[in-house]
């Protein structure tokens, strides 16, 4: 969307708000004539205006006549009124900083997202909602529909959890048995750096410091898309996604937290641990994390080095080698995913609820409008079914021929298991080691098959695009970030007792999580030829399991017909639409009318 800053800022030509060509600085215009001013807003068709002072209502109504479609504006003086044009949205900024007119731009793209018009829900009303892919998304989702009052199937292409090896599950069953729930555990990854640059994951492999997992393979020209599309999103705009992804987080945990309390049997046996322990590596990244926690409200309780060690003696020899710095507590918890979700499968059959194993659904069915008349799945799907696919990060074929299709790329992450029998941590922790191989990991509080304390680490980051297949010595790589920070973290740790429970029993292994080039999630919803809807819902990168009890909000608004920011906030086309402004694109701006003297 054409955008025109005029308020002055030498800060503006030093940082990357004007890189994409999308937002013109016009500092010229602050102080001109009105009429000056709307016939440049009107030659460049500018729907978006930030100014250092609120226009007269007369150039608003100009403007809402020659430039077609909804219109943003900000400034710092000046009072919003009633009066304005219906299609103008305006609103009042701090001051003329370069932050605050980030957080102007923000303002307007989250607002053109959530104008923007929405699929209306077709007439059907069926009760009936068949789930593709039984990851842990869509196992919350399924118990959020049950609860309201619908027929729910489920289909997986993996046969049952736990009958066989690893790598035939996606990254819910093939991981560890270790998710954590923090307002802050979904991210951006994009550049929220005024002043920076787009970070160089994708061109750099593991073993420099990057996340390219590929090896010699040459990436796709979807790959590549997918990477420059990453690179694409500006600063200013990756700090608008991040506060609509710690919204959606920030849902979801009081919505975990209504869990725990309206069904407490499902966080039985599963080592519920609440709290979670952060540390650093380095002093600077430790007190920046902790100016960002307070700033989200994110931080439960500061704690010195000294007061660390005191409380968590088993992390001493780390704070005395100097591979930690410091840290603090944050609120949330962790689980053994797999035994939550083999009670919630279990809660769920016990109510009805139908799971299919090896039950791959292969395509989405459609006719040549590219409308949805069916699936080419092993076991036969209702035509007048709603259908609601979670496909991780290795369903592509159930994206083919919608928004989605693409957009959903893996990045994969590496597992080992220590003993916590000597270090007796009583909660989990998230450890940042800034510019590490393996930069940030989760150690998690677990247990063996035989009950003994177990500590598992999560970690790395690893681009494997489209094909999935991952180069060895990338992967490799990976290995050996994760067990540099487990040596640093636990130089004392004895080996690890083998467990009767043979999925315990690995030295590393690895899962691919669905990863999106905006760091957003994707939820999408078109009707089907008989009336039902087809919604999509996945790539939430690091953020499954926390975010989980959102999504499912989102997927059972969009079944009854009830909106939720999801829908607009986690569209797959928000970038392309905004930055493209299809209405704009569709209608030339008119000449402006002459302003009156």
Known sequence: MKTIITTPSPDLARSDVLRDGTIDHAPDLDAAPVDRLLTQVTARGARGLILSRRPADSFLRHWSATVPGPKFLSYVTGVPRRSAPADVTEFTQADSTLTSLATALGGFERRFALQRSLPTRPGAEGRDVV???????????????????????????????????????????????????????????????LHGTPPQYFRRPVDRQGWLATGSRPLTEREQAWIEEFERVPSWLARAYNQDI?????????????????????????????????????????????????????????????ELTARFPGLAQAFESGALAGGFLVPGFTVGVHRFA??????????????????????????????VTGFDSAVPIPDDAHVVASPGAHGHALLDGSPCEGRIQGVLGGWMRLSNERARLPCSLKVG????????????????????????????????????????AQLDAVRLGILDTVERLFPDQAHRSASSRASDNYDFKYCVRPWTATSLGLHHTEPTARGGLFVVNGGHNTGGFAQAPAVARAVLASLTGRPHPMHALYHPERLTAFMADEAQAAAAPMEPAAYPA
Do not use: K
């Not at 998304?137 to 090896?165: E, I, K």
């Not at 509080?445 to 180069?471: E, F, M, N």
């Open 131 to 193: 789930l593709i892919g039984a990851g842990i998304v869509n196992l919350v989702t399924a118990l959020y529909l049950w609860r309201d009052g619908h027929r729910v199937t489920v289909l997986d292409r993996s046969p049952a959890p736990g009958g066989a090896h690893w790598l035939r599950y996606g990254c819910t069953h093939a991981g560890d048995d270790a998710r954590m729930v923090t307002f802050t555990e979904m991210d951006s990854y994009n550049n929220q750096d």
């Open 246 to 306: 710690f919204a959606f987080t920030a849902e979801a945990f009081d919505e975990w937290t209504a869990l725990r309390r309206e069904l407490p049997g499902l966080f039985e046996r599963v080592v519920l641990t609440d709290g979670i322990l952060r540390l650093y590596g380095d002093a600077a990244h430790h007190q920046a994390a902790l100016a960002r926690h307070r700033a989200v409200g994110a931080l439960a309780r500061e704690l010195s080095p000294a």
């Open 342 to 371: 083999h009670g919630l499968v279990s809660f769920l059959q016990e109510r009805g609820v139908t799971f299919h194993w090896n039950a791959p659904v292969r395509r989405v069915l459609r006719d040549t409008s590219g409308t």
């Open 433 to 472: 080691r800034r510019g590490h191989v393996t930069e940030d990991a989760n150690v998690t509080v677990a247990v063996d098959g035989d009950g003994r304390s177990t500590l598992i680490v999560g970690s790395g980051y690893g681009y494997v695009g489209l094909a999935g297949h991952v180069d060895e």
